[in-house]
């Protein structure tokens, strides 16, 4: 940690940029305490870490303080002074007694906490957290350290549960924010389309912390600029699902690959127009192959062509199958709405695209077309493409 209190209660704050070494010497003799638990602290002063205080090996803390990194010390310390240049009222480390929470970063004036989060924790625990800021009308925003930042190759990011825990909505998508200490840069990372519960479509923009405000921030991120491929990527996408669907082991897997079998098919042929990107998708966690595959095989195939259906009658279907963990809802403590409704949507607008169904008035629709399976799995490549190309 970066602060203490001295024996009279005034806080010492390691992070002020005008001490220097010489004079800090002097004063490493002083009683130094922990602000949460009261506790004495040390000051240590190397040459290797960023300059903090550190409990005794045997001392336990109710702040539960993680062992922070020099990483993370250097990060939260840097963004401390990049709030500061701006003049605001900015505490470092601040405790929270009604909710024995110590932000690393607290504007009170402007009612904002700050987390710079370096290492895992639990994605319910992100969650329990933001709610007890939320309690106290406070708004959290989460940076991640960038040594979180796990890109597998050009737009595809893996993205952990606590970070989607984490997410916030910027130009209608949702976004994460990552900073670097060593090369003192904002990572922005712009959200479009889920591939697997992890594996992301998203764009990322670097900027310097000194091009930014804490506007920046909290209310205009930068706009992504990254052009995506995004047929050349779902169709590679689609590939792996139909090669090696073995990898999935989920709960809808399973019963799908059950249920397509007793029909005579392989998983490996869903339907072509299932396994496409579509608006909002990012809001299941269940790989879009498979909650799509269900809306053609198990609910599509009750309604005759011609005949129409409710946008409520799929969406208590849909729900249905939910509440039993067929497929799975991500959770975010950012979204207020149905995040169910908002994929389930996104998908039937892609399958009027299609020519599936047609939408008619007051979220009413008209079913145009049951999607085939194919015995084909080169057939299957070639649909894949051409109904991606038609989405383009």
Same mark, same amino acid.
């Given at each position: 940690?970066?602060?203490?209190?001295?024996?009279?209660?005034?806080?010492?704050?390691?992070?002020?940029?005008?001490?220097?070494?010489?004079?800090?010497?002097?004063?490493?003799?002083?009683?130094?305490? @922990?602000?949460? @638990?009261?506790?004495?602290?040390?000051?240590?002063?190397?040459?290797?870490?960023?300059?903090?205080?550190?409990?005794?090996?045997?001392?336990?803390?109710?702040?539960?303080?993680?062992?922070?990194?020099?990483?993370?010390?250097?990060? !939260?310390?840097?963004?401390?002074?990049?709030?500061? !240049?701006?003049?605001?009222?900015? !505490?470092?480390?601040?405790?929270?007694?009604?909710?024995?929470? +110590?932000?690393?970063?607290?504007?009170?004036?402007?009612?904002?906490?700050?987390?710079?989060?370096?290492?895992?924790?639990?994605?319910?625990?992100?969650?329990?957290?933001?709610?007890?800021?939320?309690?106290?009308?406070?708004?959290?925003?989460? =940076?991640?350290?960038?040594?979180?930042?796990?890109?597998?190759?050009?737009?595809?990011?893996?993205?952990?549960?606590?970070?989607?825990?984490?997410?916030?909505?910027?130009?209608?998508?949702?976004?994460?924010?990552?900073? @670097?200490?060593?090369?003192?840069?904002?990572?922005?990372?712009?959200?479009?389309?889920? &591939?697997?519960?992890?594996?992301?479509?998203?764009?990322?923009?670097?900027?310097?912390?000194?091009?930014?405000?804490?506007?920046?921030?909290?209310? /205009?991120?930068?706009? /992504?600029?990254?052009? =995506?491929?995004?047929?050349?990527?779902?169709?590679?996408?689609?590939? =792996?699902?139909?090669?090696?669907?073995?990898?999935?082991?989920?709960?809808?897997?399973?019963?799908?690959?059950?249920?397509?079998?007793?029909?005579?098919?392989? =998983?490996?042929?869903?339907?072509?127009?299932?396994?496409?990107?579509?608006?909002?998708?990012?809001?299941?966690?269940?790989?879009?192959?498979?909650?799509?595959?269900?809306?053609?095989?198990?609910?599509?195939?009750?309604?005759?062509?011609?005949?129409?259906?409710?946008?409520?009658?799929?969406?208590?279907?849909?729900?249905?199958?939910?509440?039993?963990?067929?497929?799975?809802?991500?959770?975010?403590?950012?979204?207020?709405?149905?995040?169910?409704?908002?994929?389930?949507?996104?998908? &039937?607008?892609?399958?009027?695209?299609?020519?599936?169904?047609?939408?008619?008035?007051?979220?009413?629709?008209?079913?145009?077309?049951?999607?085939?399976?194919? +015995?084909?799995?080169?057939?299957?490549?070639?649909?894949?493409?051409?109904?991606?190309? +038609?989405?383009?």
């Amino acid at each position: 940690m970066l602060t203490a209190h001295l024996k009279d209660g005034t806080l010492f704050n390691l992070a002020d940029p005008n001490h220097v070494l010489k004079d800090l010497r002097k004063l490493r003799n002083l009683q130094y305490f @922990c602000p949460t @638990c009261k506790e004495r602290v040390i000051m240590k002063l190397g040459e290797k870490r960023v300059w903090h205080f550190s409990h005794h090996v045997s001392d336990f803390c109710i702040g539960n303080w993680e062992r922070e990194s020099n990483y993370h010390l250097s990060g !939260k310390k840097q963004l401390y002074e990049w709030v500061k !240049k701006e003049n605001l009222d900015v !505490k470092l480390e601040y405790y929270l007694h009604s909710s024995k929470q +110590r932000p690393d970063l607290l504007l009170p004036s402007r009612r904002i906490a700050i987390e710079y989060q370096c290492s895992s924790i639990d994605d319910r625990t992100l969650r329990q957290r933001t709610t007890d800021y939320d309690s106290l009308g406070y708004d959290v925003r989460w =940076i991640f350290g960038a040594v979180r930042y796990k890109s597998k190759y050009r737009s595809i990011q893996s993205i952990s549960a606590m970070e989607w825990s984490a997410v916030h909505y910027a130009n209608g998508n949702p976004m994460l924010t990552y900073y @670097c200490p060593e090369q003192q840069k904002f990572a922005f990372v712009t959200i479009f389309y889920t &591939l697997t519960p992890t594996k992301t479509v998203c764009s990322t923009s670097y900027y310097p912390s000194s091009s930014l405000t804490l506007s920046n921030l909290l209310v /205009s991120p930068p706009k /992504s600029v990254n052009s =995506i491929d995004h047929t050349s990527l779902w169709l590679k996408q689609k590939r =792996i699902w139909r090669q090696n669907p073995h990898g999935e082991k989920s709960f809808a897997y399973f019963y799908l690959r059950k249920l397509l079998y007793s029909k005579g098919y392989s =998983i490996r042929m869903f339907p072509c127009e299932a396994g496409i990107l579509s608006p909002y998708n990012y809001w299941l966690s269940t790989p879009p192959y498979l909650w799509q595959t269900w809306v053609l095989v198990c609910f599509l195939p009750t309604v005759s062509i011609g005949n129409q259906f409710t946008f409520d009658t799929i969406l208590r279907s849909f729900q249905q199958v939910i509440s039993i963990n067929l497929i799975q809802v991500r959770t975010s403590i950012g979204e207020k709405r149905s995040n169910e409704a908002l994929a389930l949507k996104g998908y &039937l607008n892609q399958l009027i695209r299609l020519k599936v169904v047609k939408e008619r008035d007051n979220e009413r629709y008209e079913k145009l077309y049951q999607p085939q399976m194919n +015995r084909d799995i080169d057939r299957c490549y070639e649909l894949d493409l051409a109904i991606l190309r +038609r989405l383009q």
